[in-house]
């Protein structure tokens, strides 16, 4: 990856991270309400996988899907328009920070019941195979969601039709509070079930973004070449909790520490001093990053509330919610 | 022409709508060469090739959650669930994800997929391969459900449910598969949510739904003999639900027996008095009657089934109450 490309993709880690830092921040002033997953600290998987990608590639993510809406071109005003119930929301402000869905670039939703997205990207994969297309579909996954039934279905799936599809495990080591450790009998919780489907599966650093976006370059080649799936499992981290409430405290002291010392932006940044970056450059980035989420704040709050018969659309496809005559 | 039966009727519905649309595509356990347990496939796979007609594992999570996500990206899957009973595997996605993600996403996403399966009892298959589960559906915004009652309605609905860019749950009755009637023309299509007065009469209506219009089809013939008069209207679909049509028919009747095979505890028939007692009290000149599954699990001999599910005995008897009112 060359420096400019490097440069583009530390810039929309930055405008995450600002993004995530202002939904908390307006989290805690009352702005937002219900609850919130920030990926702060997983920037990387997301940003790296998706410049892996095509255009017209399909993405499912989770409920801590804000990094994979705004990768996939979501613009920050949206989504924080869309936490805070605005009209002006990505979904209308009818799904909230959970569902964030960016269908025109192929951000086909967030989805809040663990691992139910797995088949269907596989599913969204077998549409492309049989369209003869040459799109993949990503799923990305948290490492809880690789002890539930849908995740063993959809792999099985997956491998015996051969479809075009990745499925990428952002490892950050605690399913909610516990440890994924505690709960899983191996090492890998995603790798480590490939064998069991003959899927391929490589376990990378998913806080660097330069080494995702190559795993997953390749993982998508495969697919492309009619190869079938692969498993990526990107170790990262959270920067908070699970969710808006959760202090995280359940997490060693020194462990927290040491992750935070290996932060996405941080390695992005050092490779690009590597490449001979200058300082302004980086610095130039950053404060773009804080322009646009500094006015996509003010956006979003100074945006409508949505209107109230919004409530009784989008039912149906004809737009209505009609259900008897 | 040549009457067929309920079963090629389902063979026969979607081969017609895969003939006229290649985006068609069925996926389910054993609809490919083997052509269905219950033989509702026969033809499909000689006619259309795995390329369309796709064999699964027994992974009815996969199975539906590929159907979203194929039909989330351009293609009309129609998937089978061997038994209705078996949906509860499956319910993440007919509850949580297929119903929910055009509203969550603002409307972003449509959804326009089949999910077929086998539902009902009376052929003493036990407790749990003999449920009528359509008040399951029915408990779900967002789901058309479709459960027809002849040959002609299952290929004019089949074609509708296809074409619905809605998601339909298609229940086909384990106890009409070996049922005929006459074979309906090419193009021959049923509009969702209309439901027919299959026998008109002036003293009670009986609102009934796939079996169980049959069912009141010989209870009427056999309370002609004692004077009394039975309008049957065959509701052909849950969702859109045609109260005009129960309404109006009620308007010539004044009396009303609901006969549903689903559990009485939370059956539909329970929403179809609802709405009558709301907004047709002053049509009515005797209270109304439910006929419906009896709350206790479904028993596997012949005569104990019979004592839990409607039968012509129990629909006449509850007829000729209300027509001495």
Not at chain 1, 17 to 33: H, I, P, Q, S
Not at chain 1, 34 to 55: K, M, N, R, W, Y
Not at chain 2, 169 to 179: D, I, P, R
Not at chain 2, 269 to 287: H, M, N
């Amino acid at each position: 990856m060359d420096s400019d490309q490097l440069l583009v993709l530390y810039g929309q880690m930055a405008v995450i991270r600002r993004t995530e830092k202002a939904a908390y921040d307006m989290f805690m002033a009352g702005l937002v309400k219900g609850t919130t997953h920030l990926a702060s600290g997983q920037e990387a998987v997301a940003v790296g996988a998706s410049a892996a990608l095509h255009p017209d590639d399909y993405v499912f993510a989770t409920y801590r899907g804000h990094h994979h809406a705004m990768a996939r071109g979501a613009t920050p005003e949206e989504c924080l328009a869309e936490l805070m119930s605005r009209a002006t929301g990505l979904c209308k402000a009818k799904g909230g920070s959970m569902h964030l869905t960016k269908a025109v670039s192929g951000m086909l939703g967030s989805y809040a019941i663990v691992g139910s997205h797995l088949p269907m990207a596989a599913g969204a994969a077998w549409s492309a195979k049989l369209r003869g297309t040459d799109q993949v579909a990503v799923a990305f996954f948290g490492d809880g969601a690789t002890n539930i039934g849908a995740f063993h279905e959809a792999l099985n799936l997956a491998a015996v039709w051969k479809l075009p599809v990745l499925f990428v495990c952002e490892n950050n080591l605690y399913m909610e509070y516990t440890p994924i450790s505690a709960v899983t009998p191996v090492p890998n919780p995603a790798a480590d079930r490939a064998g069991a489907y003959g899927i391929p599966a490589e376990v990378i650093d998913g806080n660097d973004v330069v080494v995702v976006y190559e795993a997953v370059s390749k993982a998508a080649e495969r697919a492309r070449a009619g190869e079938g799936p692969t498993i990526v499992e990107a170790q990262t981290y959270r920067h908070y909790g699970h969710s808006r409430a959760d202090p995280a405290k359940y997490r060693p002291a020194e462990e927290v520490e040491r992750w935070m010392k290996h932060d996405p932006l941080d390695i992005a940044r050092a490779r690009l001093e590597a490449l001979g970056v200058d300082q302004e450059a980086i610095a130039g980035a950053d404060a773009e990053a804080k322009r646009i989420v500094d006015e996509a704040v003010d956006a979003a709050k100074n945006a409508p509330a949505p209107d109230l018969a919004e409530a009784f659309t989008d039912v149906w496809a004809d737009g209505g919610a009609a259900w008897r005559t | 022409m040549a009457d067929l039966t309920y079963r090629e009727a389902v063979a026969e519905g979607i081969a017609r709508e895969m003939r006229r649309d290649p985006t068609v595509v069925c996926l389910g356990e054993d609809i490919g060469p083997a052509e269905g347990v219950f033989k509702t496939t026969v033809g499909l796979f000689n006619e259309f090739g795995p390329e369309r007609i796709w064999d699964t594992p027994i992974s009815e999570q996969a199975i539906v959650g590929a159907a979203m996500g194929a039909a989330m990206t351009g293609l009309r899957p129609v998937a089978e669930i061997m038994f209705s009973d078996f949906l509860a595997c499956c319910w993440d996605y007919l509850a949580n994800e297929i119903p929910k993600v055009r509203y969550m996403t603002g409307g972003q996403v449509t959804v326009p997929l089949v999910v077929r399966t086998a539902n009902g009892g009376g052929l003493g298959f036990g407790a749990q391969h003999s449920q009528a589960v359509e008040n399951w559906a029915f408990t779900v915004p967002g789901l058309k459900i479709v459960a027809p009652s002849t040959p002609a309605d299952v290929i004019g609905l089949m074609a509708a449910a296809i074409r619905s860019d809605d998601p339909v749950v298609f229940f086909e009755h384990k106890g009409l598969f070996a049922s005929s009637g006459p074979r309906p023309p090419e193009g021959h299509v049923v509009e969702l949510g209309q439901a027919a007065v299959v026998r008109e009469g002036s003293d009670v209506t009986v609102v009934a739904l796939a079996s169980t219009v049959p069912m009141a089809l010989a209870a009427a013939d056999q309370l002609s003999t004692e004077d009394i008069s039975v309008e049957v209207v065959d509701l052909r679909c849950l969702i859109p639900l045609d109260m005009r049509t129960v309404l109006a028919s009620l308007e010539r009747t004044s009396k009303l027996v609901v006969v549903e095979e689903n559990p009485y505890q939370g059956g539909w028939g329970a929403t179809v008095v609802s709405i009558v007692a709301d907004e047709g009290f002053q049509l009515l000149d005797a209270p109304i009657k439910r006929v419906a599954g009896a709350n206790v699990p479904l028993p596997f001999a012949d005569d104990l089934e019979k004592q839990v599910i409607p039968t012509v005995d129990k629909l006449t008897d509850a007829v000729r109450a209300l027509a001495a009112y």
